[in-house]
Antibody
Framework: QVQLVESGGGVVQPGGSLRLSCAASGFTFSTQGIHWVRQTPGKGLEWVSF????????YYSDSVKGRFTISRDNSKNTLYLQMNSLRAEDTAVYYCAKDGGVVTHFDYWGQGTLVTVSS | QSVLTQPPSVSAASGQKVTISCSGSSSNIGSNYVSWYQQLPGTAPKLLIYDNNKRPSGIPDRFSGSKSGTSATLGITGLQTGDEADYYCGTWDSSLSAGKFGGGTKLTVL
């Protein structure tokens, strides 16, 4: 069965950095695009970033562009999100989600990892 | 403020039907597929509808989706207390090259 497991969340000071990981299993990781989606506690979903299966295309929301970098290691079935220059408004649960088509929908989601940006 | 507009809340009696709307523009809903997600309290979102009106395996036919122009609708019939959740629409925005979600709709089953 498809499984996505996020890790790397925690508490970081404003201006700090954090790297999230998303370990995938149960499908051929190297042929699937993966997204990052975040959710501020008690609020709605916000799409963050997407990377195609081969890394040829990367997309970012305006709110993280220039600060976050998405990458993947297909040999390790793992997706990453390097987050720099973190702000209080980046505080959220971060989910990785598998793309079900070509940026059409999110068919499987991880359980999420909480990032708290606070001094 | 979300690019896709959903009502903040809807409610209906157990056994009845409810619809949730999602309004966008020509660059997102108007030119891309719409999907719908159910998020139960304390859990990750779950795919309910994709490609406007398709249901993944395991999703009951009480859930349906439709799209017309720049708007989409999620329908739920035979409401059950277990359907109480937050529902989100989602799509891709071709002008922004970005994914977009609606603000979410909280469903209450009376």
């Amino acid at each position: 069965q498809v499984q996505l497991v996020e890790s790397g969340g925690g508490v970081v000071q404003p201006g700090g950095s954090l790297r999230l990981s998303c370990a995938a299993s149960g499908f051929t990781f190297s042929t699937q695009g993966i997204h990052w989606v975040r959710q501020t506690p008690g609020k709605g979903l916000e799409w963050v970033s997407f990377m195609r299966y081969d890394g040829s295309n990367k997309y970012y929301s305006d709110s993280v562009k220039g600060r976050f970098t998405i990458s993947r290691d297909n040999s390790k079935n793992t997706l990453y999100l390097q987050m720099n220059s973190l702000r209080a408004e980046d505080t959220a649960v971060y989910y990785c989600a598998k793309d079900g088509g070509v940026v059409t929908h999110f068919d499987y989601w991880g359980q999420g990892t909480l990032v708290t940006v606070s001094s | 403020q979300s690019v896709l507009t959903q009502p903040p809340s809807v409610s209906a009696a157990s056994g009845q039907k409810v619809t949730i709307s999602c309004s966008g523009s020509s660059s997102n809903i108007g030119s891309n597929y719409v999907s719908w997600y159910q998020q139960l309290p304390g859990t990750a979102p779950k795919l309910l509808i994709y490609d406007n009106n398709k249901r993944p395996s395991g999703i009951p036919d009480r859930f349906s989706g439709s799209k017309s122009g720049t708007s989409a609708t999620l329908g739920i019939t035979g409401l059950q207390t277990g359907d109480e959740a937050d529902y989100y629409c989602g799509t891709w925005d071709s002008s922004l090259s970005a994914g977009k979600f609606g603000g979410g709709t909280k469903l209450t089953v009376l």
